[in-house]
C-alpha cells in the first residue's frame, strides 16, 4: 500500500482540528508537574501505627523497708529491716523497655537490688525464724531481690493540643492508657548470728496481676511528664498485695535520645503459710531512678 494514502487524510485531520483547538480561549492548554510523594508512617486515630521501641536504662537509689517474719520451729517476731541494717537506699541497676504500635503498647520494668554482710547489734531479744539473737548480739544479713513488671496497655485518650506554630506537633499532647500486667517477685534473705555462728536462709517467688493506668502529658514535642499507678492481689497460696505508683520526666534534646528522671514506690504484702510456718513481709522499695531513653 503506497503509504501517501493514509498519511494524506491524516495531515488533512491535524490541520483541521490543531486551529481550532489552538483558538479556544476557554480551554487552557493542559499541564502536568510530578511531585515526589512524602514517605508517611500508617496513623490510627493519629497515633503511628509501626511499631517503635524505647528501652531505657537507669540507676536508681532505693531501699527495702518493712517488718519481716520467718518460719521457724515456733512462731517468730516480725523484724523491722531497720533492726538488721537492711533498709539503707543504694545505687542498683533498672530498666524500662516499651514497644507501641498505633494505641497498643506492651512493657517491662526491672528493678535488681542485692546487699550483702550488713552487720546490726541488736537492742533487744527478737526470734527470727529458727535464729534467735539476744540483746547486744550482732547479726550478718544478706539481701537478693528481683521485680519484674510485665504489662500490655491501650490508649484510651489521646488528645492533642494548640498546634505548634512552626512544623508538625503539638504544643501540649495528653495521652491515658490503661494497663493490666502481671508482677513478680524474686528475693533471698540469709542470716547469721556472729556470736553464736546460727544460720538460716529463706527465698521464694511470688507473682499477682495487676491493672492501673498511666497518662503522659507531652510538651513541645520535646518534653514528657508521666503519671502512672496500680494495684496487684493475688489470694491464692503465696498471698501477695502491692500499691505501685510513679511519676517521672523525660526531656529530649534530639528527637531519639533524651534523659530522665523520675520516682517510684512499690508497697506489698507478701505471706505464705500459717501459725509457725507463716512467711510475711509488709514492706516496700522506694526511690529516685535517672537515665536514658533511646528510641528506635
Same mark, same amino acid.
Given at each position: 500500500?503506497?503509504?501517501?494514502?493514509?498519511?494524506?487524510?491524516?495531515?488533512?485531520?491535524?490541520?483541521? !482540528?490543531?486551529?481550532?483547538?489552538?483558538?479556544?480561549?476557554?480551554v487552557p492548554p493542559v499541564r502536568f508537574t510530578y511531585t515526589q510523594p512524602e514517605e508517611t508512617p500508617s496513623i490510627e486515630n493519629g497515633i503511628p501505627t509501626s511499631w517503635r521501641v524505647q528501652f531505657e536504662p537507669m540507676v536508681r537509689y532505693v531501699g527495702p523497708a518493712g517488718d519481716l517474719r520467718l518460719p521457724g520451729p515456733a512462731r517468730g517476731d516480725k523484724v523491722d529491716l531497720a533492726d538488721l541494717n537492711l533498709n539503707g537506699p543504694r545505687l542498683m541497676p533498672g530498666y524500662d523497655l516499651s514497644?507501641?504500635?498505633?494505641?497498643?503498647?506492651?512493657?517491662?520494668?526491672?528493678?535488681?537490688?542485692?546487699?550483702?554482710?550488713?552487720?546490726?547489734?541488736?537492742?533487744d531479744a527478737f526470734t527470727l525464724g529458727p535464729l534467735a539473737v539476744l540483746p547486744g548480739q550482732r547479726t550478718s544479713s544478706d539481701l537478693t531481690y528481683t521485680q519484674l513488671d510485665f504489662r500490655?496497655?491501650?490508649?484510651? %485518650?489521646?488528645?492533642?493540643?494548640?498546634? %505548634?506554630?512552626?512544623?508538625?506537633?503539638?504544643?501540649?499532647?495528653?495521652?491515658?492508657?490503661?494497663?493490666?500486667?502481671?508482677r513478680l517477685y524474686d528475693f533471698e534473705f540469709s542470716?547469721?548470728? %556472729?556470736?553464736?555462728?546460727?544460720?538460716?536462709?529463706?527465698?521464694?517467688?511470688?507473682?499477682?496481676?495487676?491493672?492501673?493506668?498511666?497518662?503522659?502529658?507531652?510538651?513541645?514535642?520535646?518534653?514528657?511528664?508521666?503519671?502512672?499507678?496500680?494495684?496487684?492481689? !493475688?489470694? $491464692?497460696?503465696?498471698?501477695? $498485695?502491692?500499691?505501685d505508683i510513679g511519676v517521672g520526666f523525660q526531656w529530649r534534646p534530639v528527637e531519639n535520645v533524651g534523659l530522665q528522671i523520675g520516682y517510684r514506690s512499690t508497697i506489698f504484702l507478701l505471706q505464705e503459710g500459717s501459725g509457725a510456718g507463716k512467711f510475711e513481709w509488709a514492706g516496700s522499695f522506694q526511690g529516685l531512678n535517672a537515665g536514658i531513653q533511646i528510641r528506635f
Open positions: 500500500m503506497n503509504h501517501w494514502t493514509l498519511t494524506i487524510p491524516i495531515a488533512l485531520l491535524w490541520c483541521t !482540528w490543531v486551529p481550532s483547538i489552538s483558538c479556544a480561549q476557554d514497644f507501641r504500635s498505633g494505641s497498643w503498647r506492651l512493657n517491662t520494668i526491672g528493678l535488681f537490688y542485692e546487699v550483702e554482710t550488713q552487720i546490726a547489734s541488736a537492742e500490655i496497655a491501650r490508649t484510651v %485518650l489521646d488528645a492533642p493540643l494548640s498546634p %505548634l506554630s512552626e512544623g508538625p506537633g503539638h504544643k501540649v499532647r495528653v495521652r491515658v492508657d490503661a494497663e493490666l500486667g502481671l542470716f547469721e548470728n %556472729l556470736d553464736t555462728g546460727d544460720r538460716t536462709s529463706y527465698g521464694r517467688t511470688f507473682y499477682e496481676p495487676h491493672v492501673g493506668a498511666k497518662a503522659a502529658f507531652n510538651i513541645h514535642e520535646r518534653a514528657t511528664i508521666d503519671l502512672y499507678t496500680n494495684f496487684g492481689y !493475688w489470694p $491464692f497460696d503465696r498471698e501477695a $498485695f502491692s500499691w
